[in-house]
């Protein structure tokens, strides 16, 4: 009995050794690459500005949310506005920074805020200077290089998400 206990104790061992060398012998599989980060081009031009906002703003009208619809260049810096009626006030600087964090991290604001979501490591983002953690800033691109940003506020997140995607679209049109 004692014999049977000591074999089945030595299988155990040797099993459970053999698998934590093969657990740690491996090698972890490879992260994915990250896409590559746009560069900046040059900066997006009134015209273009007004296509976007006007894209925003019949979405918003569609969607009957009343919103205020940012872009900015690829410095941060405004070059079309506009806050519907019955715009909460609030939305007209919120709108302002998420277009301002799209161009300045070249990236949508919806990048920060899923890593934020994730917790750990992705809360970092709550210290970047700058940086606005929801949804409803994008970056304006022109020949695959971001030219500016739209931001949009006055919904929810992912409302804002969808009117500032429509604003997009309408630039490249």
């Known amino acids: 009995m004692r014999t049977t206990r000591t074999i089945a104790s030595f299988v155990a061992a040797a099993a459970l ?33 007004r296509k976007a906002l006007a894209g925003a703003i019949a979405e918003a009208r569609r969607l009957n949310l009343p919103m205020a619809v940012a872009v900015v260049d690829t410095g941060g810096n405004l070059v079309a506005f506009e806050r519907m009626d019955n715009t909460q006030f609030g939305s007209i600087g919120v709108s302002q920074d998420k277009a301002t964090s799209a161009a300045m991290f070249r990236r949508p604001t919806k990048a920060f805020q899923d890593a934020v979501a994730g917790g750990g490591a992705g809360l970092r983002v709550l210290t970047l200077r700058g940086a606005n953690a929801v949804e409803g800033g994008i970056p304006l691109m022109q020949d695959g290089r971001i030219i500016g940003a739209i931001g949009v506020s006055g919904g929810s997140a992912e409302q804002d998400g969808v009117v500032a995607a429509a604003g997009v679209a309408a630039m490249g049109r």
């Open 17 to 49: 050794a053999g698998a934590t060398g093969l657990a740690f012998g491996q090698a972890a599989p490879a992260a994915p690459a990250a896409p590559p980060v746009p560069q900046y081009g040059t900066n997006v031009n009134h015209e273009q500005a």
